[in-house]
């Protein structure tokens, strides 16, 4: 199946900082999600994006698929963005709708 | 609804119980998926329905795992005879019939076994 790799596996960032988180994946892809789980355990959906670049307030992501590869933006950090990032893909050569998560991107963010 | 429901949040079972998840996907899709996360950060896809029509199950450790999705009711997810290896948080996720196949995920059980 298809590999998916999340890159850095943990982040600190002060107030206001910027960061970029990546995920490199294997093959092709149906699909590509960026989620964020809250501390709470809540996975919040933030993109559909598997391919080209999209914006919502102060997070944005791009997806390139045919170098296999999709980068998610923050901007002006905020404590509520703390929690783990997880980019999740449907391969082409996978069932459609199963999809594989990497590891995330544990982001804390200090006031 | 316009999110997904599941319950319960929380479930504890002995070792050797049995447990049943539910799960009531966002009205108007008509796939539902499980997962299941485990240490934190791993996710394990289980199975997928097409309605009730059982769509991938490849994930499924069938010895113990059932799942159903029957018109009109509740997605649910049957453990018999739980083991301590199936404490984890069990997400259901749905998404539309048509492309794109955006997912979307409820808050989640967590199942512990003691």
């Known amino acids: 199946g298809i590999q998916v790799e999340q890159s850095p596996p943990d982040l600190i960032l002060q107030e206001g900082a910027n960061s970029t988180l990546r995920c490199n994946f294997s093959?092709?892809?149906?699909?590509l999600q960026w989620f964020h789980q809250n501390p709470w355990g809540q996975l919040i959906n933030l993109f559909y994006?598997?391919?080209g670049t999209k914006q919502n307030g102060r997070l944005s992501a791009t997806t390139v698929a045919t170098e296999r590869y999709s980068l998610l933006y923050i901007s002006s950090s905020q404590t509520t963005d703390s929690g783990v990032y997880f980019c999740?893909?449907?391969?082409?050569?996978?069932?459609?709708?199963?999809?594989?998560f990497g590891a995330g991107t544990q982001v804390v963010v200090t006031p | 609804g316009e999110e997904v429901a599941q319950t319960p949040k929380h479930l504890v079972r002995g070792e050797g119980q049995k447990a049943k998840l539910y799960c009531a996907p966002i009205?108007?899709?008509?796939?539902v998926f499980w997962y299941q996360q485990v240490l934190k950060n791993e996710f394990k896809f289980l199975i997928s329905f097409q309605n009730e029509n059982v769509f991938d199950e490849t994930g499924m450790p069938k010895e113990r795992f059932s799942a159903k999705c029957l018109p009109n009711s509740p997605c649910s997810l049957e453990i018999q005879a739980t083991k301590l290896e199936d404490s984890a948080v069990y997400f259901c996720?749905?998404?539309?019939?048509?492309?794109?196949?955006?997912?979307?995920f409820g808050p989640g059980t967590r199942l512990t076994v003691t």
């Open positions: 093959d092709s892809v149906n699909n």
């Open positions: 994006i598997p391919s």
């Open positions: 996720a749905s998404s539309q019939a048509e492309l794109p196949w955006e997912q979307y």
């Open positions: 009205k108007g899709h008509s796939y």
């Open positions: 999740a893909v449907d391969g082409v050569t996978d069932s459609w709708g199963k999809l594989q």
